[in-house]
């Protein structure tokens, strides 16, 4: 039994074992394993297993009668072959076992390897044919080159921004090198029946081919389910065979060849399918939206845009954007319809389930006289937030400065020009504290916070905290910085008056901000660096702060 026989009759029967397989443990993994040749997944949840199986046991018997023709060996040679075409069959059958090897390289490297296996023999097919004049073969050569160009841009700007895919000069590219790639290969078959070296069941292949796409798009209107589309994608297999016919019949000598004549049986089963695909009336389209294409028309978004925002002849496909789902087939005229009638209803008055900012997309003149804020633009909202928020710094300045105003020294015959009075309002439950200018603090401030201590000052190092007792008042908070100790002064009066020693290292001990009306507080080490003795005197709304050198 030659090699092509036994392939072909080897792979049907493991097929049709794995379909058996299947049936008997109730799953459709073994026989996709086998006929799909990549893991199912979650492609065969929640789909009868019977339907399943009877397409991949179709789907085994078109792959068998591929292996067939696929190792079928050459015919022996009617002339000498030249070098284009010896390489031409290298390529050709190159390009076959390329296609049928799955891949799990990056898509550039897979980009790149299919284009340098299928552009030279694209060159070399059209120096190889005969019968054809030169400006033939040159447009031949010019139409087959716009797919490769296209796939080279998509490749390039694979990490590029998804804006790119959106833009009308890219959606243009894709219609413009579909066509180029459909009249490149009428014009390939074209050459090959004039060359006449191929056989008819070549031709009828090559033309099968576009037969299999018309396919794939007729079970996709048709079924709504993933496995039966990934089934008939699989079928797509005639260009393969027409690959390895090409290959396997170059040694045959060039000759003048009947007309090509496609049976009637499939032109009617071609028109049809095509009369399936483009689908009735009942559901029109848009013609810058298609089945499947929302990741290139829409832009994801939690919030619908402002209509200030979009040019007016993207307001509709905005709208559509915002309102399509893609578990619902739904027509972008009808859901158009039914937001324009829902903009009649809100004009009179009447309850819409539509929220006002979709329908600003869609009549913006009739949203805007009572919404007039969702006719502004993301700028003017903007603007109107930058203002407000500075609005409020502003209210907290004056207010913190009234605070402010209504402090006292509390210790007024103790002057010193390096002293400060300001309030504090404790907001979110937190001290404020004295520390080094210069000095990392972090792990102080973790000392002070795992001690847990309950006391109105806490030091650790270059760090000291003040925790004021919770109010709904400020605190008026005076600290003074004195080159010696102060005289004592009388505990009458004052809640609790504690002591601490706090470094700087530096020569500079500074209080933090405490009021929003940013009163500042001087260098609190007048003795430069060393050891600071720190008094607390507190009650309820003042504290009292006097920082001088520690002694020896």
């Known amino acids: 039994m030659r090699l092509h026989r036994l392939a072909a009759s080897a792979y049907f029967a ?17 026989a996709w394993l086998v006929t ?56 050709l059958y190159a390009n076959v076992v390329w296609l049928l090897i799955p891949s799990y390289l990056p898509d550039l490297v897979e980009t790149v390897i299919s284009l340098a296996l299928w552009v030279p023999a694209l060159v070399l097919l059209t120096v190889v044919v005969t019968g054809s004049g030169r400006f033939f073969r040159l447009a031949l050569l010019l139409f087959g080159l716009a797919e490769p160009a296209r796939a080279v841009m998509d490749a390039l700007a694979d990490d590029a921004q998804p804006l790119i895919f959106v833009t009308p000069a890219y959606r243009v590219s894709i219609m413009v090198t579909g066509l180029a790639a459909f009249v490149m290969m009428v014009m390939v078959l074209l050459a090959q029946r004039r060359d006449g070296r191929w056989s008819r069941g070549t031709l009828l292949v090559g033309v099968g081919t576009f037969a299999s796409a018309f396919l794939v798009e007729l079970v996709d209107a048709l079924t709504k389910s993933g496995t039966i589309e990934s089934i008939a994608e699989a079928m797509d297999v005639l260009y393969l ?53 929302q990741g290139l028309d829409c832009r994801l978004s939690w919030a619908p845009p402002r209509v200030a925002d979009i040019p007016v002849h993207e307001r509709e496909r905005a709208y559509l954007c915002s309102v399509s789902k893609s578990d619902r087939e739904v027509s972008d005229q009808e859901l158009i319809g039914k937001g324009k009638a829902a903009c009649a209803r809100f004009a009179g008055g009447q309850p819409v389930r539509a929220r006002p900012a979709l329908l600003a997309l869609l009549c913006p003149e009739v949203i805007g006289r009572r919404h007039p804020e969702l006719l502004l633009s993301s700028a003017q909202v903007e603007r109107q937030r930058a203002e407000e928020r500075s609005r409020v710094r502003e209210q907290l300045r004056r207010e913190a400065r009234e605070e402010d105003a209504r402090c006292r020294d509390p210790w007024p015959a103790l002057r010193t020009r390096f002293q400060a009075t300001a309030s504090y309002y404790d907001w979110d439950g937190r001290p404020y504290g ?14 002070i916070w795992d001690a847990y201590s309950t006391e109105s000052l806490a030091v650790s190092g270059q760090l000291a905290l003040v925790f004021t007792p919770a109010q709904d008042w400020a605190t008026c908070v005076t600290a003074k910085a004195l080159r010696s100790a102060p005289p004592p002064l009388r505990r009458r009066g004052w809640d609790k008056v504690v002591e601490a020693d706090i470094v700087s290292g530096s020569g500079r001990l500074v209080m933090q901000t405490l009021s929003a009306s940013r009163v500042r507080f001087p260098d609190l080490a007048r003795g430069g660096p060393g050891r600071y003795r720190l008094r607390l005197y507190t009650r309820q709304g003042v504290d009292l702060i006097l920082v001088y050198p520690a002694r020896r």
């Open 434 to 447: 004295i520390h080094d200018a210069e000095a990392d603090t972090s792990r102080d401030a973790e000392r």
């Open 241 to 293: 065979v027409w690959l390895a016919r090409t290959a396997r019949e170059l040694n045959r000598e060039p000759q003048r060849a009947a007309p090509l004549r496609v049976p009637t049986a499939v032109t009617a089963v071609g028109a049809v399918a095509l009369l399936m695909v483009v689908g009735p009336e009942y559901a029109p389209r848009l013609t810058y939206t298609w089945r499947g294409e």
């Open 14 to 30: 493991v097929a049709l074992g794995s379909v058996g397989l299947s049936l008997v443990i109730g799953s459709a993994t073994p």
């Open 36 to 91: 799909m040749w990549y893991p199912p997944g979650e492609a065969v949840e929640g789909v009868p297993l019977l339907p399943v199986l009877g397409g991949l046991l179709l789907l085994g018997l078109v792959n068998a009668w591929m292996f067939w023709e696929v190792l079928r060996r050459p015919a022996p040679a009617g002339m000498p072959m030249g070098r284009a075409a010896v390489w031409l069959r290298v390529l």
